[in-house]
């Protein structure tokens, strides 16, 4: 069984396009929707669409959780992993408020993940929303100090059918084996608020030599930067900040003194 993780923050409108979409699935699923202390009515009308839609096929496996606070991506995505467990799934999924996903989305990952279990984390192609076949992300590779995404901005063709080995995958739709999680159910570092957790997170699999890959006949839309733009950081200037300075963490606890220097 595989649990999908959403974490919402007075993103009503999306999270519940999320919901719908996850809904024609055509595997069966559960999913936990987490509340990281919206300030407007998320969780009502959330509620009222899972309430409406209760007869639809999976969606009485779904449950909205309020975490009553801002959390962070980290931490709120933890807590729902906490939750999610209590049901023993096999997979569970991070994945954005802000996507869409295609009815086969999951039926790909799992056939993938269950004929190579050596293989432990799993990213889908991920394509603008507004533009279906012009990808966003479909895996990417540890550089020196960063890490470089695969195919970006590339048309959804050039990306293939055939699955590929990566060392760095997004927070945006993770799928990966429970067996990941620590004895707490927890996948990522609680140390980071917002931006960079999939990169300390690749950088750990890394040094626990956990193989993930890319399944390109998986396919994920993004909105990108939703939850960004209903912040005050209009120009993104402290987004870059944040993530920059969260990559020179992440490099100091993953590389050698020497090497950490020169980054």
């Not at 055509?26 to 899972?50: F, K, Y």
């Not at 990941?180 to 960079?196: H, P, Q, T, V």
């Not at 200037?237 to 090497?259: A, D, Q, T, W």
């Amino acid at each position: 069984m595989v649990s999908i993780i959403i974490l919402n923050w007075n993103g009503a409108d999306d999270t519940i396009a999320c919901l719908e979409s996850l809904s024609k699935l055509n595997v069966p699923h559960a999913a936990v929707v987490a509340d990281n202390g919206s300030t407007d009515d998320s969780v009502s009308r959330i509620n009222r669409w899972l309430d409406e839609n209760v007869s639809a096929p999976n969606v009485k496996d779904y449950k909205v959780v309020e975490l009553g606070k801002n959390y962070g991506f980290a931490v709120g995505n933890n807590k729902a992993l906490q939750v999610a467990m209590l049901d023993n799934p096999d997979y569970c999924m991070l994945l954005n408020n802000d996507t869409e996903v295609e009815p086969d989305m999951l039926e790909k990952l799992l056939d993938y993940a269950q004929a190579n279990n050596d293989v432990k984390v799993l990213s889908p192609c991920i394509c603008y929303h507004y533009d279906k076949n012009k990808v966003w992300f479909s895996g990417g590779k540890l550089k020196f100090g960063t890490r470089k995404n695969l195919f970006a901005e590339q048309s959804r063709e050039s990306v293939g059918k055939v699955p590929f080995a990566i060392s760095f995958v997004s927070g945006c739709a993770l799928f990966f084996s429970t067996s990941l999680l620590n004895e707490k159910n927890e996948l990522l570092s609680n140390d980071f608020f917002f931006g960079e957790e999939d990169y300390e997170f690749s950088l750990r699999m890394r040094n626990a030599s956990v193989k993930m890959a890319c399944v390109p006949s998986s396919v994920v839309y993004h909105k990108v930067s939703a939850s960004q733009k209903k912040t005050k950081d209009s120009s993104g200037l402290g987004r870059v900040y944040m993530y920059y300075h969260n990559r020179l963490i992440c490099n100091r606890l993953y590389e050698s003194r020497l090497k950490f220097y020169v980054i």
